[in-house]
Protein backbone atom coordinates (compact mmCIF):
# COMPACT_ATOMS: atom_id res chain seq x y z
CA UNK A 1 0.00 0.00 0.00
CA UNK A 2 1.59 3.01 -0.64
CA UNK A 3 2.62 5.09 2.29
CA UNK A 4 2.16 8.96 1.95
CA UNK A 5 5.42 10.74 3.04
CA UNK A 6 4.63 13.11 5.49
CA UNK A 7 6.22 16.12 7.10
CA UNK A 8 4.73 16.30 10.13
CA UNK A 9 7.08 13.53 12.53
CA UNK A 10 9.80 14.53 11.08
CA UNK A 11 9.30 18.42 11.60
CA UNK A 12 8.08 17.38 15.06
CA UNK A 13 11.80 15.58 15.88
CA UNK A 14 13.60 18.19 14.26
CA UNK A 15 12.28 20.88 16.35
CA UNK A 16 11.80 19.30 19.35
CA UNK A 17 16.26 18.63 19.08
CA UNK A 18 16.62 22.02 17.89
CA UNK A 19 14.79 23.22 21.25
CA UNK A 20 16.42 20.82 23.34
CA UNK A 21 19.89 22.15 22.16
CA UNK A 22 19.29 25.37 22.28
CA UNK A 23 17.88 24.89 26.36
CA UNK A 24 20.81 22.21 26.94
CA UNK A 25 23.46 25.00 25.57
CA UNK A 26 21.81 27.70 26.80
CA UNK A 27 22.34 29.45 23.65
CA UNK A 28 20.51 32.49 21.82
CA UNK A 29 20.43 32.05 17.99
CA UNK A 30 19.19 34.66 16.05
CA UNK A 31 18.68 34.82 11.84
CA UNK A 32 18.78 38.33 10.15
CA UNK A 33 16.67 38.16 7.18
CA UNK A 34 16.46 40.77 4.37
CA UNK A 35 13.35 41.54 2.84
CA UNK A 36 13.09 44.51 0.60
CA UNK A 37 9.76 45.14 -0.81
CA UNK A 38 6.12 43.82 -0.45
CA UNK A 39 5.88 40.39 -2.17
CA UNK A 40 3.08 39.04 -0.21
CA UNK A 41 4.30 34.92 -0.17
CA UNK A 42 8.08 36.81 0.99
CA UNK A 43 6.68 38.31 3.73
CA UNK A 44 4.27 35.12 4.51
CA UNK A 45 6.99 32.97 4.78
CA UNK A 46 9.19 35.07 7.12
CA UNK A 47 6.29 35.98 9.16
CA UNK A 48 5.62 31.78 9.78
CA UNK A 49 9.35 31.80 9.68
CA UNK A 50 9.27 34.57 13.29
CA UNK A 51 6.29 32.13 14.59
CA UNK A 52 8.42 28.57 14.87
CA UNK A 53 11.78 30.42 15.76
CA UNK A 54 9.44 31.89 18.59
CA UNK A 55 8.40 28.37 19.56
CA UNK A 56 12.47 26.93 19.32
CA UNK A 57 13.94 29.59 20.62
CA UNK A 58 15.11 31.26 17.60
CA UNK A 59 14.85 34.63 17.14
CA UNK A 60 13.93 35.61 13.36
CA UNK A 61 14.83 39.49 12.60
CA UNK A 62 12.99 40.91 9.70
CA UNK A 63 14.40 43.34 8.35
CA UNK A 64 12.20 45.30 5.89
CA UNK A 65 14.27 47.07 3.62
CA UNK A 66 13.76 50.17 0.99
CA UNK A 67 13.51 48.10 -1.90
CA UNK A 68 15.21 51.52 -3.62
CA UNK A 69 18.77 50.79 -1.02
CA UNK A 70 20.88 51.20 -3.03
CA UNK A 71 23.59 47.84 -3.93
CA UNK A 72 26.27 49.61 -1.94
CA UNK A 73 23.55 50.29 0.98
CA UNK A 74 23.12 46.78 0.95
CA UNK A 75 26.49 45.26 1.21
CA UNK A 76 26.95 47.72 4.51
CA UNK A 77 24.01 46.19 6.00
CA UNK A 78 25.47 42.85 5.33
CA UNK A 79 28.56 44.01 6.47
CA UNK A 80 27.26 45.58 9.84
CA UNK A 81 25.64 41.55 10.00
CA UNK A 82 28.63 39.49 8.80
CA UNK A 83 30.16 41.46 11.85
CA UNK A 84 27.35 41.04 14.63
CA UNK A 85 28.60 38.38 16.93
CA UNK A 86 24.76 38.52 17.85
CA UNK A 87 23.70 37.09 14.52
CA UNK A 88 24.27 33.45 13.88
CA UNK A 89 22.45 33.32 10.55
CA UNK A 90 21.86 35.89 7.41
CA UNK A 91 19.36 35.07 4.70
CA UNK A 92 18.37 37.31 2.21
CA UNK A 93 14.67 37.05 0.69
CA UNK A 94 14.06 36.60 -3.03
CA UNK A 95 12.95 38.08 -5.31
CA UNK A 96 14.73 40.96 -5.28
CA UNK A 97 14.51 44.14 -7.04
CA UNK A 98 15.89 44.48 -10.30
CA UNK A 99 18.64 47.30 -10.10
CA UNK A 100 20.48 44.92 -7.60
CA UNK A 101 23.39 42.50 -8.02
CA UNK A 102 22.01 39.45 -6.74
CA UNK A 103 25.51 37.27 -6.89
CA UNK A 104 27.57 40.03 -5.37
CA UNK A 105 24.95 40.42 -2.62
CA UNK A 106 25.37 36.68 -1.80
CA UNK A 107 28.72 36.54 -2.27
CA UNK A 108 29.04 39.30 0.37
CA UNK A 109 26.89 37.20 2.95
CA UNK A 110 30.23 35.38 5.26
CA UNK A 111 30.05 32.20 4.15
CA UNK A 112 29.83 30.58 7.86
CA UNK A 113 26.06 32.58 8.44
CA UNK A 114 25.35 31.79 5.08
CA UNK A 115 22.27 29.53 6.34
CA UNK A 116 20.72 29.26 2.51
CA UNK A 117 24.23 27.42 1.54
CA UNK A 118 24.31 29.72 -1.43
CA UNK A 119 27.40 30.78 -1.20
CA UNK A 120 30.25 30.05 -3.60
CA UNK A 121 32.10 28.63 -0.56
CA UNK A 122 29.09 26.46 0.80
CA UNK A 123 28.35 25.49 -2.77
CA UNK A 124 31.77 24.36 -3.12
CA UNK A 125 32.36 22.49 -0.14
CA UNK A 126 29.24 20.81 -0.76
CA UNK A 127 30.61 19.40 -4.03
CA UNK A 128 34.20 18.23 -2.54
CA UNK A 129 32.22 16.62 0.41
CA UNK A 130 33.53 18.93 3.09
CA UNK A 131 31.47 20.36 6.13
CA UNK A 132 29.47 23.66 5.14
CA UNK A 133 25.83 24.76 4.88
CA UNK A 134 23.87 22.30 2.68
CA UNK A 135 20.94 24.81 0.82
CA UNK A 136 17.81 24.17 2.58
CA UNK A 137 15.41 22.24 0.32
CA UNK A 138 17.89 19.46 -0.89
CA UNK A 139 19.03 18.75 2.49
CA UNK A 140 14.97 19.02 3.31
CA UNK A 141 14.60 15.67 0.88
CA UNK A 142 17.76 13.76 2.75
CA UNK A 143 16.30 14.30 5.45
CA UNK A 144 12.93 12.86 4.69
CA UNK A 145 14.58 9.93 2.89
CA UNK A 146 16.44 9.16 6.54
CA UNK A 147 13.68 9.18 8.30
CA UNK A 148 11.76 6.90 6.14
CA UNK A 149 14.49 4.76 5.65
CA UNK A 150 14.54 5.27 2.38
CA UNK A 151 17.45 3.35 1.08
CA UNK A 152 18.98 5.62 -1.59
CA UNK A 153 22.36 3.02 -2.32
CA UNK A 154 22.92 1.96 -5.74
CA UNK A 155 19.59 3.13 -6.54
CA UNK A 156 18.52 5.07 -9.87
CA UNK A 157 17.82 8.36 -8.48
CA UNK A 158 15.92 11.50 -11.28
CA UNK A 159 16.02 14.52 -10.76
CA UNK A 160 13.46 16.77 -13.16
CA UNK A 161 14.85 20.21 -12.32
CA UNK A 162 18.97 21.70 -12.75
CA UNK A 163 18.38 24.81 -10.35
CA UNK A 164 21.16 26.16 -8.36
CA UNK A 165 19.04 25.82 -5.35
CA UNK A 166 17.15 22.82 -5.81
CA UNK A 167 18.70 20.09 -8.84
CA UNK A 168 22.40 20.50 -8.66
CA UNK A 169 23.13 20.32 -4.88
CA UNK A 170 20.36 17.39 -4.67
CA UNK A 171 22.10 15.43 -7.45
CA UNK A 172 25.31 16.03 -5.44
CA UNK A 173 24.04 15.12 -2.13
CA UNK A 174 22.91 12.15 -3.65
CA UNK A 175 26.26 11.21 -5.34
CA UNK A 176 28.36 11.07 -1.83
CA UNK A 177 29.60 8.21 -0.94
CA UNK A 178 27.40 7.89 2.23
CA UNK A 179 24.71 5.86 3.56
CA UNK A 180 22.14 8.37 3.01
CA UNK A 181 23.62 8.52 -0.72
CA UNK A 182 25.45 6.17 -3.53
CA UNK A 183 22.70 6.75 -6.06
CA UNK A 184 23.03 6.78 -9.29
CA UNK A 185 21.82 10.37 -10.38
CA UNK A 186 20.32 11.75 -13.56
CA UNK A 187 19.39 15.37 -13.79
CA UNK A 188 16.67 16.46 -16.26
CA UNK A 189 15.57 20.16 -17.57
CA UNK A 190 13.82 21.41 -20.37
CA UNK A 191 16.08 20.39 -22.99
CA UNK A 192 16.07 17.03 -22.07
CA UNK A 193 14.61 14.43 -24.55
CA UNK A 194 12.45 11.80 -24.12
CA UNK A 195 12.11 12.86 -20.09
CA UNK A 196 9.36 10.07 -19.83
CA UNK A 197 11.60 7.40 -20.67
CA UNK A 198 14.06 8.69 -18.38
CA UNK A 199 11.64 8.91 -15.57
CA UNK A 200 10.21 6.13 -15.83
CA UNK A 201 13.56 4.50 -15.07
CA UNK A 202 13.60 5.63 -11.53
CA UNK A 203 13.63 4.22 -8.48
CA UNK A 204 13.51 7.12 -6.84
CA UNK A 205 11.79 10.10 -9.14
CA UNK A 206 12.54 14.10 -7.29
CA UNK A 207 10.71 16.81 -9.01
CA UNK A 208 12.03 20.19 -8.83
CA UNK A 209 10.71 22.07 -11.95
CA UNK A 210 7.75 24.68 -11.06
CA UNK A 211 4.81 23.23 -13.10
CA UNK A 212 1.70 22.13 -11.67
CA UNK A 213 0.75 18.34 -12.28
CA UNK A 214 3.79 17.71 -14.67
CA UNK A 215 4.56 14.08 -13.64
CA UNK A 216 1.46 12.07 -14.63
CA UNK A 217 1.40 8.49 -13.90
CA UNK A 218 3.18 7.09 -17.12
CA UNK A 219 6.03 8.75 -16.33
CA UNK A 220 6.48 6.92 -13.45
CA UNK A 221 8.06 2.98 -12.53
CA UNK A 222 5.75 0.93 -10.56
CA UNK A 223 6.51 1.47 -7.13
CA UNK A 224 8.96 4.07 -7.66
CA UNK A 225 9.24 6.43 -4.55
CA UNK A 226 8.00 9.70 -5.51
CA UNK A 227 9.29 13.06 -4.10
CA UNK A 228 7.88 16.15 -4.95
CA UNK A 229 9.70 19.80 -4.31
CA UNK A 230 7.18 21.77 -6.11
CA UNK A 231 5.11 24.20 -4.93
CA UNK A 232 2.97 25.93 -7.55
CA UNK A 233 -0.27 28.05 -6.96
CA UNK A 234 -3.19 27.18 -8.81
CA UNK A 235 -6.55 28.73 -9.09
CA UNK A 236 -9.50 27.63 -7.14
CA UNK A 237 -13.04 27.93 -7.37
CA UNK A 238 -13.46 27.97 -3.35
CA UNK A 239 -10.93 29.33 -1.42
CA UNK A 240 -9.28 31.95 -4.81
CA UNK A 241 -6.59 29.59 -4.88
CA UNK A 242 -4.55 26.77 -3.84
CA UNK A 243 -1.00 25.21 -3.66
CA UNK A 244 -0.20 21.89 -5.45
CA UNK A 245 2.98 20.41 -6.58
CA UNK A 246 4.77 18.73 -9.94
CA UNK A 247 3.32 15.44 -9.78
CA UNK A 248 -0.39 14.75 -10.14
CA UNK A 249 -0.31 13.44 -6.93
CA UNK A 250 -4.05 11.58 -7.41
CA UNK A 251 -3.06 10.13 -10.26
CA UNK A 252 0.37 8.42 -8.95
CA UNK A 253 -0.49 7.75 -5.63
CA UNK A 254 -1.88 4.10 -6.79
CA UNK A 255 1.51 3.39 -8.74
CA UNK A 256 4.11 4.87 -6.20
CA UNK A 257 4.86 2.91 -3.07
CA UNK A 258 5.77 6.05 -1.33
CA UNK A 259 4.94 9.41 -2.10
CA UNK A 260 5.41 13.21 -0.86
CA UNK A 261 2.00 14.93 -0.50
CA UNK A 262 1.98 19.42 -1.52
CA UNK A 263 1.08 20.89 1.08
CA UNK A 264 2.31 19.05 4.30
CA UNK A 265 5.67 17.54 2.48
CA UNK A 266 9.23 18.88 1.15
CA UNK A 267 8.28 22.37 2.21
CA UNK A 268 7.91 22.08 5.76
CA UNK A 269 10.67 20.28 6.19
CA UNK A 270 13.02 22.44 4.55
CA UNK A 271 11.79 25.30 7.17
CA UNK A 272 13.42 22.93 9.96
CA UNK A 273 16.35 22.85 7.79
CA UNK A 274 16.97 26.46 7.58
CA UNK A 275 16.17 26.62 11.50
CA UNK A 276 18.88 23.87 11.91
CA UNK A 277 20.92 25.79 10.19
CA UNK A 278 20.76 28.99 12.05
CA UNK A 279 21.40 26.72 15.39
P1 LIG B 1 13.73 27.08 -11.32
O1 LIG B 1 14.93 27.79 -10.85
O2 LIG B 1 12.73 27.77 -12.17
O3 LIG B 1 14.22 25.75 -12.06
C1 LIG B 1 13.30 24.93 -12.70
C2 LIG B 1 14.01 23.79 -13.34
O4 LIG B 1 13.04 22.96 -13.99
C3 LIG B 1 15.02 24.22 -14.40
O5 LIG B 1 16.18 23.42 -14.34
C4 LIG B 1 14.27 23.96 -15.72
O6 LIG B 1 15.10 23.60 -16.79
C5 LIG B 1 13.42 22.77 -15.35
N1 LIG B 1 12.24 22.68 -16.19
C6 LIG B 1 11.33 23.65 -16.44
N2 LIG B 1 10.40 23.20 -17.30
C7 LIG B 1 10.72 21.93 -17.58
C8 LIG B 1 10.16 20.93 -18.42
N3 LIG B 1 9.05 21.15 -19.13
N4 LIG B 1 10.77 19.73 -18.47
C9 LIG B 1 11.89 19.48 -17.76
N5 LIG B 1 12.48 20.39 -16.97
C10 LIG B 1 11.89 21.59 -16.88
O7 LIG B 1 12.88 26.50 -10.08
P2 LIG B 1 13.32 26.15 -8.58
O8 LIG B 1 13.59 27.39 -7.85
O9 LIG B 1 14.30 25.04 -8.58
O10 LIG B 1 11.91 25.58 -8.06
C11 LIG B 1 11.27 24.47 -8.66
C12 LIG B 1 9.98 24.18 -7.93
O11 LIG B 1 10.30 23.85 -6.58
C13 LIG B 1 9.01 25.36 -7.82
O12 LIG B 1 7.69 24.88 -7.81
C14 LIG B 1 9.33 25.98 -6.49
O13 LIG B 1 8.23 26.68 -5.93
C15 LIG B 1 9.63 24.74 -5.70
N6 LIG B 1 10.51 24.95 -4.55
C16 LIG B 1 10.12 24.35 -3.40
C17 LIG B 1 10.92 24.46 -2.30
C18 LIG B 1 10.49 23.73 -1.08
O14 LIG B 1 11.00 23.98 -0.01
N7 LIG B 1 9.59 22.76 -1.19
C19 LIG B 1 12.06 25.22 -2.32
C20 LIG B 1 12.46 25.80 -3.53
C21 LIG B 1 11.66 25.65 -4.65
P3 LIG B 1 16.19 24.63 -17.44
O15 LIG B 1 17.32 24.65 -16.48
O16 LIG B 1 16.53 23.98 -18.72
O17 LIG B 1 15.49 25.93 -17.57
Redesign the pocket.
Known amino acids: MTKELRAKPIIKKVYTEIREEIEAKNLSPRLDVIILGEDPASLYYVQNLQKKGEKIGIEVNALNLDPKLSQENLLAKIDEMNNNPKVSGVMLQKPLPNHLNETEIVNAINPKKDVDGFHPVNMGKLVLDEPGFVP??PA?CIEMMKFYEIETSGKNVVI????N???KPLANLLLRKDKYANATVTV?????QN?AEISKQADILIS????PF?VKEGMIKKDAIVID????QIEDAEKGYRYVG?VDYEACFDKSSEITPVPGG??SV?TSMLLKNVL
Open positions: CTAIGRSIVGCHSRTLAIGIFVGVNDVGT
